[in-house]
């Protein structure tokens, strides 16, 4: 009677666990959903809700997975995946994840290394049988490898891919590679070198498809599927383009700045290792979960611990590593990158420790509101190092004053400072201008980008330049007039 009794009180301690944590994640749900800010919070702005930004946006449908400890804690979906259908976003639908496919060929080209089929550091040409990289005096006799286009470091070309509208031709990837129609953009070539710095190349990423292909003797998507997305988990993801045996109900249609439907709902993207991937934030949280585990030798569905240390470390950059880019964010490191397809942004973030993340998936082109999704989940869940948000500060008006004027960049770019109201613009060569917000007297900055600018003053007080700071990134402008 006395282990039936346990037994019993076990079950009901069990239950009642169960339930404090339904409700804690439904609590903290609705603090994510009430807590949204952006890069700069106004004197006196209140934070919005996740319906109220994404109407100010007009982005049509949202997706999100939250991860903590080495769990998916939830996913949810908002808005439409079809705007006018009004079919809803679940944590089932899918979008283009864009440049997020380049972390998961990261793994599977570190899959055949791991599989000794593959060399990170021998000349890519060694494995590329159906064509061949054309050398030139551009890289100065250094050969490029397979290192060299994950991390971006191989001097090519070629930043990224527009897609092709549905039912139009589509180019084979030698034809890509080489810029012959019907390809809509230029041949992957080299700009300088290897090995000297990290410039972002899709081109590059796209001669590691044309590798994986050569070596495994497969169609990319196949092998992929095969050796990285089944074993991970990830069954509702797939490189298909266009997408073949998924319902259309699960595919979220694509919409441009101005909430306009991409014509034929998306892009097609034969650049599969670029930009091919279709997922979601959920299948894409458990990439992020393995490779946490597979860091600390904890799990290896696909690479192991020091196949998954390698992926993670920066390579010549500090940051570009193999598919995947390290930020150190106030002592806490992630691993991260974020996607942009015609009418699809995303952005994922996981710890090197600790086992936390965060995954969102739009089907707009108004990526502003991604920041403020990660900034609100970052603060309800104490993800440190994910929150960016400064507030402002006022200002009296004959201070913003003293900083009007033009600042001079380079001979022929110059920033004018002017001041609406109580309000200071900037406003660059050949661009709008944009309002800049004071965080202390002297320093500023833009609302919806990473950009501060820092007024300098002589010994008289006079203002006698500014200086930008974007993202470490600093120039000085000197005042003009």
């Not at 919070?41 to 209140?46: H, P, R, S, T």
């Amino acid at each position: 009677m006395k282990i039936v009794c346990l037994s019993l009180t076990l079950l009901l301690l069990v239950q009642l666990s169960s339930q404090a944590q339904q409700t804690s994640t439904k609590e903290k749900i609705q603090q994510f959903e009430k807590s949204l800010v952006g890069l700069v919070q106004l004197d006196g702005e209140a934070p919005g809700t996740i319906q109220e930004r994404m109407a100010f946006y007009k982005v049509p449908g949202l997706s999100i997975a939250v991860i903590q400890n080495y769990h998916m804690v939830w996913a949810k979906g908002y808005g439409f995946a079809d705007d006018s259908l009004k079919t809803p976003v679940t944590a089932q639908t899918l979008f283009e994840a864009g440049s997020i496919s380049k972390s998961l060929n990261g793994v599977g080209v570190l899959k055949l290394v791991q599989d000794k089929k593959l060399d990170l550091y021998t000349d890519i040409n060694t494995y590329l049988s159906s064509w061949k990289f054309p050398y030139d005096s551009l890289s100065k006799g250094k050969k490029i490898t397979v290192a060299n286009l994950l991390s971006h470091t191989a001097g090519l070309n070629l930043q990224g891919f527009p897609g092709y509208r549905q039912g139009k031709p589509l180019p084979t990837i030698v034809q890509i590679l080489d810029g012959q129609k019907p390809a809509n953009t230029p041949a992957v070539r080299s700009k300088y070198a290897p090995g000297i710095k990290s410039e972002y190349s899709g081109g590059g990423t796209t001669i590691s498809q044309m590798v994986v292909m050569d070596i495994t003797h497969q169609p990319y998507a196949d092998y992929m599927k095969k050796a990285v997305l089944d074993p991970l988990g990830m069954k509702s993801s797939a490189y298909a383009q266009p997408p073949v045996g998924i319902s259309s109900n699960l595919l979220a249609t694509a919409y441009d700045l101005n909430n306009k439907p991409i014509p034929g709902k998306y892009h097609v993207y034969p650049e599969l290792a670029a930009a091919g991937l279709w997922s979601n934030p959920t299948d894409l949280a458990k990439y992020i979960i393995e490779t946490q585990l597979a860091y600390e030798g904890r799990s290896a569905k696909v690479l192991n611990l020091a196949t998954t240390k390698l992926q993670l470390a920066p390579y010549v950059d500090k940051s570009a590593a193999l598919g995947v880019f390290i930020d150190d964010e106030d002592g806490t490191k992630y691993f991260q990158h974020g996607g942009v397809d015609a009418g699809f942004h995303s952005q994922y973030y996981g710890s090197l420790e600790g086992g936390n993340g965060v995954v969102v998936m739009i089907n707009s082109d108004h990526e502003e509101i991604l920041t403020e999704v990660i900034n609100s989940v970052a603060k309800v869940y104490g993800f440190k190092g994910l929150y960016h948000s400064t507030k402002t500060i006022a200002v009296s008006d004959t201070v913003l004053q003293t900083y009007t004027g033009v600042y001079q960049i380079a001979p022929n770019f110059i920033v004018t400072v002017s001041k609406e109201g109580n309000r200071l613009y900037a406003q660059p060569s050949g661009r709008g201008k944009e309002a800049i917000y004071p965080k202390t007297q002297t320093g500023f900055l833009l609302k919806n980008l990473q950009i501060e600018i820092e007024f300098v003053k002589d010994r008289e007080g006079n203002v006698i330049a500014m200086v930008l700071n974007e993202r470490g990134q600093k120039t000085e402008a000197k005042k003009i007039k």
